[in-house]
Structures are given as structure tokens and as C-alpha cells.
């Protein structure tokens, strides 16, 4: 049973344009949100996240936006980079999983310079 | 966030043998570690929750005699795979929980098992 979805395998974007990744969850239980960047062989890196009693969240470049009713999440990367490119995982926790992360399968994006 | 390391960073071994990974805290104490695996482009699946002082709690399906988990101080917690057998070749990462909910993450170890 997957609660956390991505269910776009593969991302591709030109420099300097917009990135948007996308996430759904199952659980309503799930009441805070997290996206993580990884490279191969490397353990995830902590990007940005969000509280359910929020519908943005914003950190220089990435923005996260969330839509509790759609069960829903995004990531926005603007302007996107190069240094971007990377495997792009969102997780999150609640409930009775609180303190543990439930990850989506990933997104890979890849931004062209 | 909190700076976590992995040891070794890689480990090839023989079907039937051991194999201890180390996960440490370099800049704070951590009463509870996590650890993961994850599967050639899968997900990141939590196999426990690494308490100090008292005994891991396993995610379903996860053998608790196979992947021995000690936590043996606030810094250090360690997996050990017993008996390892082919299926059990995987990236295996630790993480410690901030202060907001979110999770640092070590830098992993990929296990062969031949």
C-alpha cells in the first residue's frame, strides 16, 4: 500500500525555467510533509517542508505548496539550475507514524543547461 | 541540520557472514535514530526505530533476529545483517530526527553480498 505517491518517474527542464514536482498521499492522518534531495549513492538531504495548517511554505528558490482537500502536495524550483538535477523525494509523517517518514518512490529531475 | 555519518560507505561480503554498519551523530546527541533501506531506484523504506537504551521497534515485516540493531549510545546506533544472503544487498541509511519533525539523513552504505 503506497500512501505517498510520485507518480511521475522522470522530470525534465530547461535552465532557468520552473520545476514542479508533484506528490499524493492516502493518509489523512499525515499532517506534515517534507521534500528531500538525493543523489546516487548519498543519503537524502532535507529541502523544505510543511505543517497541514499551512498551504505554502517557501525557502529561497523552492516552494512547497499543499492542498489538504486534494491530499496533494508540490514542489516548485524556480529559476531551476543545473546543480538541481537530482532524484527528488517527499515524505511524510502523522498519526500514528509520527516521527517516522513515508517516502514516495522519487521523481528524477534533470535541468538542461 | 545535524551532520550524521555511516561506516563503511561501502561493504562486500560473503553469503552467510556478518556485516555491522555504524551510523554516529558528529554534533548532537540523539535518544532515537531510523534506519532505511532502499532498493535500486525504489523508495526509501524505515526497517526500525533505533531507541537508546531499550530495544529497536521493527516496521512489519522486518526480521528482528536478520537486522540487529543496538544503540549503544546517544551517538552511535548500529545495524548488524546477519547471515547475509543475496537478497539482502541494498543501500542502507541511518537518519536522526531534527527539531521540527524532519530527519537528517547519513551519507549510507551499499551492502554486496556475493
Known amino acids: 500500500d503506497q500512501q505517498v505517491k510520485q507518480n511521475s518517474p522522470s522530470l525534465s527542464v530547461q535552465e532557468g525555467r520552473i520545476s514542479i514536482l508533484n506528490c499524493d498521499y492516502t493518509n489523512s492522518m499525515f499532517d506534515y510533509f517534507l521534500w528531500y534531495k538525493k543523489y546516487p549513492a548519498e543519503g537524502p538531504t532535507f529541502l523544505i517542508s510543511i505543517s497541514s495548517i499551512k498551504d505554502k511554505n517557501e525557502d529561497g528558490r523552492f516552494t512547497v505548496f499543499l492542498n489538504k482537500s486534494a491530499k496533494h502536495l508540490s514542489l516548485h524550483i524556480v529559476p531551476s539550475q543545473p546543480g538541481d538535477s537530482a532524484v527528488y523525494f517527499c515524505?511524510?509523517?502523522?498519526?500514528?507514524?509520527?516521527?517516522?517518514?513515508?517516502f514516495g518512490q522519487g521523481t528524477i529531475l534533470t535541468v538542461h543547461p | 541540520g545535524a551532520v550524521v555519518s555511516q561506516h563503511p560507505s561501502r561493504v562486500i561480503c560473503k553469503s552467510g557472514t556478518s556485516v555491522k554498519i555504524e551510523c554516529r551523530s558528529l554534533?548532537?546527541?540523539?535518544?532515537?535514530m531510523f534506519w532505511y533501506r532502499q532498493f535500486p531506484k525504489k523508495s526509501l523504506m524505515l526497517m526500525a526505530t533505533s531507541n537508546e537504551g531499550s530495544k529497536a521497534t521493527y516496521e512489519q515485516g522486518v526480521e528482528k533476529d536478520k537486522f540487529l540493531i543496538n544503540h549503544a549510545s546517544l551517538t552511535l546506533s548500529t545495524l548488524t545483517v546477519t547471515s547475509a544472503h543475496p537478497e539482502d544487498s541494498s543501500f542502507y541509511i541511518c537518519s536522526l530526527p531534527g527539531p521540527l519533525g524532519e530527519q537528517y539523513f547519513g551519507p549510507g552504505t551499499r551492502l554486496t553480498v556475493t
Open positions: 515524505a511524510a509523517s502523522g498519526g500514528t507514524s509520527y516521527g517516522k517518514l513515508t
Open positions: 554534533d548532537f546527541q540523539a535518544t532515537t
